[in-house]
């Protein structure tokens, strides 16, 4: 199929393309520039140069799952494992409270140590400590229960990707135990809870196809989440996968830029694993329609051992160097980090 710069005036109208012509969007980088150059008009539209900045907090990095991509699967024995304390996550939110965030991500592997009645202690503490910001969880899949005991707790969003909406593909990057089914069923679970709700997928994961990449923008249609958060598969060697290459930062600047015209209003970070297959990566992202960065909140000391993939960057600075270095990235680009909550608008 031949496109045209029509396809992307189109794209941006209705907000969506049939699958053929999406998928051929995707295919060619012969439309890159009208594609970005339509996002970015569109990302200013709604909301001007404004950049978010989330405050990352990786509190575990202990795992009960074994997804075959990530570095911190429970089969990766050589991993050193690692747990903060409430005070030391308490004390990462007041450090980050004092640099402007105000918006706390706690993210972690599957750690069964942090029971429910641990979340919801830890978060309604920062809730307490912070009531003027929003607090975030991405701590994977649970009964409905929990979350609704997190979210009385005080927490308000949730980070959950759905990795892939395609079962036979979903099944080649998890082990048995693990179910899409289930992970689809959080995400609405999640919504009708009434969190603001982030999924999200991998580009360029092992033995994804184009068809694997349009199930995953129809699923978010259907989902319709707040924030949408993207990046390139980056292999880690103590995993199954290692040895597979890595997704292309192209790829991943295309989709941004499609979801961008497909879904004006969502907040889409320009992701940490983006700046790390390309030393450019964040700020192509954000002039291809993204509008939140994450700079990471936790202790330098642990910030080597969240090892999802190999490579990862900013594990060296402190918070305060996170945030002046990122600040100055986003100006690069051509936009202005704000310290606001950053509703969501719909
Ligand atoms: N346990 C939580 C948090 C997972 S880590 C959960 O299940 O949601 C956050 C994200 O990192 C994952 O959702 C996944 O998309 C991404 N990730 C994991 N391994 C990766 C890898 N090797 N390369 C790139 N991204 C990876």
New binding site residues.
């Given amino acids: 199929m031949r496109l045209s710069e029509d396809h992307v005036r189109l794209l941006s109208r209705e907000r969506d393309l049939p699958d053929e012509e999406l998928r051929a969007m995707l295919e060619t980088d012969a439309l890159d520039a009208p594609l970005f150059a339509e996002a970015d008009r569109v990302r200013r539209e709604n909301y001007g140069d404004e950049v978010y900045i989330r405050g990352l907090i990786e509190f575990t990095n202990y ?1 009960k ?1 074994n ?1 075959y ?4 699967r429970r089969g990766n024995g050589n991993a050193e494992r690692y747990r903060l304390s409430k005070e030391d996550i308490l004390s990462c939110c007041a450090e980050g409270y004092e640099l402007g965030f105000r918006t706390f991500v706690l ?4 750690d069964p140590y942090f029971t429910d009645e641990r979340v919801c202690d830890i978060v309604s503490a920062i809730r307490r400590a912070h009531p003027d910001c929003a607090i975030t969880l ?4 649970k009964e409905k229960e929990s979350y609704q005991a997190y979210f009385d707790a005080g927490a308000n969003r949730y ?3 759905h ?1 892939t909406a395609s079962e036979e593909h979903y099944r080649l990057l998890h082990p048995e135990s693990m179910s899409l089914q289930h992970r689809k069923d959080c995400l609405f679970m999640l919504k009708e809870i009434g969190y603001q709700v982030g999924s ?3 580009v360029g ?1 092992p033995y994804q196809t184009m068809d694997n990449l349009l199930a995953d923008l129809r699923f978010l249609q259907a989902l319709s989440p707040d924030m949408i ?1 993207i ?6 060697n103590e ?1 199954p ?1 290692a040895g597979q290459p ?2 292309s930062w192209q790829l991943t600047l295309r989709l941004i830029a499609v979801l961008r015209l497909m879904f004006p209003y969502a907040l889409i970070p320009s992701t940490t ?1 983006l700046g790390t297959i390309h030393p450019l990566g964040r700020e192509l992202g954000l002039k291809a329609g993204a509008n939140v960065v994450m700079p990471n909140l936790s202790p330098v000391s642990v910030r080597k051992l969240y090892d ?3 490579n990862k960057i900013c594990t060296g600075e402190e918070a305060a160097q996170c945030r002046g270095c990122l600040e100055a990235r986003v100006a690069s680009a051509g936009y202005r980090v704000v310290t606001a909550v950053g509703n969501v608008r719909r």
């Avoid at 993210?107 to 599957?110: I, Y």
């Fill in positions: 795992c799952n997804c991509y990530c570095g911190i993210q972690g592997g599957e991405s701590i994977g899949e980070l959950l990707r990795e999200g997928f991998m994961s958060g990046g390139p598969y980056i292999p880690h995993t996968f890595a997704g694993a999802l993939y190999e």
